[in-house]
C-alpha cells in the first residue's frame, strides 16, 4: 500500500506563484510515473504534469513555460513549481503515484487564484 501526501496549496493572486509538493510512503518499489492532476466541479480529471521514473516529464499544454514538475528519489516525493498562476488555473490538485497496475492518489489540495 501507498500513501501520498500533499501540501502547499491555498490562495494566490493571478500572477503569483505556488509550490506543491508530495510525500509518497509505504510500498513505494519503482514506479512508473509520479505526476500532479487537477479537477474542478463538474469536469473531469486532468493531467498536469508527470514524470517518470527515468525523469521524462509530461505536460498539459495549458501549463507548459509555467508549470515545474521535480522529483527527489532518494525521499520518495514530487514537487509542482507553480508560476504565473491564472485564475483557469482554480482546481483541487491531486497527487498521483502509477506503478503498474494500479493508481494511487492522495486527498487533495485546494488552489485557488483570485483575479
Known amino acids: 500500500q501507498v500513501q501520498l501526501v500533499e501540501s502547499g496549496g491555498g490562495l494566490v493572486q493571478a500572477g503569483g506563484s505556488l509550490r506543491l509538493s508530495c510525500a509518497a510512503s509505504?510500498?513505494?518499489?519503482?514506479?512508473?510515473?509520479m505526476g500532479w492532476y487537477r479537477q474542478v466541479p463538474g469536469k473531469q480529471r486532468e493531467l498536469v504534469a508527470r514524470?517518470?521514473?527515468?525523469?521524462?516529464?509530461n505536460y498539459a499544454d495549458s501549463v507548459k513555460g509555467r508549470f515545474t514538475i521535480s522529483r527527489d528519489s532518494a525521499k520518495n516525493t514530487v514537487d509542482l513549481q507553480m508560476n504565473s498562476l491564472k485564475s483557469e488555473d482554480t482546481a483541487v490538485y491531486y497527487c498521483?503515484?502509477?506503478?503498474?497496475?494500479?493508481?494511487?492518489w492522495g486527498q487533495g489540495t485546494q488552489v485557488t487564484v483570485s483575479s
Open positions: 498521483n503515484l502509477y506503478t503498474f497496475p494500479i493508481d494511487y
Open positions: 509505504g510500498s513505494t518499489r519503482p514506479f512508473t510515473y
Open positions: 514524470i517518470s521514473s527515468s525523469g521524462a516529464t
